[in-house]
């Protein structure tokens, strides 16, 4: 009755992109910026303004070197954010496949621009950080 006694053989599935791999690839780039902003200006501010009067000099000494450090290190986060996007977006365009998955090449190509956009913003944090004195007066 049936001619093909494989059933898996005429029917072949694109391979699945794992949910954690995903959400990484959608969300991590975003997170490094929240987490270099939550981190890096409360750190700035108390540093430089404690009390009631702002200070010439950072508190800590090491202040500057803290903030590079939770710069770089959120950029890596978003760098590898954008990485995994990029493979996303690689792996599930699939144009010879019968079976795609339309939503998860979406959410591929929007984890990319997500990750494209606040990688670009934790760098221009980052500038920020390198070129402004955390105790810079502003007038």
Known sequence: MFADANPSASFKRPDRVSAP???VA???APAAWIAQLSLSEPLAAHACFPQQAPLPEPLWQGLPIMLVVI???CLAVA????FMAWTLCRQTHAPLLEERDDRTQFLAKLSAMSSFIFTMAVLFTACAVLLVSPCSPWL
């Open 21 to 23: 791999r995903l959400l």
């Open 79 to 82: 760098l590898l954010s954008g």
């Open 26 to 28: 959608l969300f991590g």
């Open 71 to 73: 710069s770089g290190v």
